[in-house]
């Protein structure tokens, strides 16, 4: 029986991660279906398709899937027609958040992003309520063993990054999102390789949440990361320290 009760936990647990897994594809493959259908199929000429076939590939979407969503983006194959938006709200604690949307029903999306928000204490807000509180820009994490700081540096200030900064296991690059390909470029001239390489929105300040609100706010973030309308979240909480712990 111990050992049925075993297969079963096993069989239950690779279910969640595959359910999750199909999920995740079904949202890179909306954003490339979605950058195919305003710029063309082509990622030489279209960065936008580039960058999202790029963030499919890292996780290792099928390519079958990111080819069928282009055929759908350009027309060869039929489609939904999503557009794409850009929520802004507050959460527990007044952290703002930001989440980047692709729906092909505006009303329906705005239903379930306004009940989300509510049921982890937080509120939707008006365009413009916090996105103020974030720059739109070019983002790299790279491993710091794999790379001396000062050479790092002087790449990426050559390519026109605004700074590097040192964590406790990584290097974290930051860039006008305008330039964001040629800083990608100059990296790989130099076969530095990236843990992640994407334009998003990074906050200008933060809001330290602890206790109840930390826990809510966690719960904001799994449910809107949950919702197949959302490409992605944004926000400027920091966990205090004891909260985290």
Same mark, same amino acid.
């Given at each position: ?32 279906? *979605? ?61 703002? *958040? ?65 700074? *590097? ?81």
């Amino acid at each position: 029986m111990a050992g049925h009760s075993h297969a079963a936990n096993i069989a239950h647990r690779k279910g969640i991660v595959d359910a999750k897994r199909g999920k995740l594809f079904s949202k890179l493959c909306r954003a490339v279906y *979605v950058a195919a259908r305003l710029g063309g199929g082509d990622p030489d000429s279209n960065l936008k398709l580039r960058y999202a076939i790029d963030k499919a590939r890292s996780f290792s979407c099928p390519k079958e899937n990111i080819e069928r969503s282009i055929k759908k983006g350009i027309g060869e194959l039929g489609g939904a027609n999503y557009e794409e938006i850009l929520y802004e709200g507050f959460g527990p604690g007044g952290v703002a *958040v930001l989440c980047e949307i692709l729906t092909d029903n505006r009303n329906r999306t705005a239903g379930e992003i306004r009940k989300t928000f509510e049921i982890c204490g937080g509120n939707l807000g008006g365009a413009g309520s916090v996105s103020y509180l974030f720059n739109y820009k070019g983002w790299f994490i790279i491993d710091n063993e794999s790379i001396d700081e000062d050479k790092l540096m002087e790449i990426a200030l050559e390519a026109g990054a605004d700074d *590097v900064v040192r964590g406790e296991d990584v290097f974290e690059i930051t860039c006008d999102a305008k330039i964001f390909d040629s800083v990608r470029q100059a990296l790989a001239d130099h076969k530095i390789e990236t843990i992640t390489a994407e334009t998003r929105y990074i906050p200008t300040t933060t809001v330290e949440i602890d206790g109840d609100n930390a826990k809510k706010m966690l719960k904001l973030r799994d449910l809107l990361d949950d919702n197949d309308d959302v490409q992605s979240v944004h926000a400027n909480e920091v966990v205090a320290e004891e909260a985290a712990a």
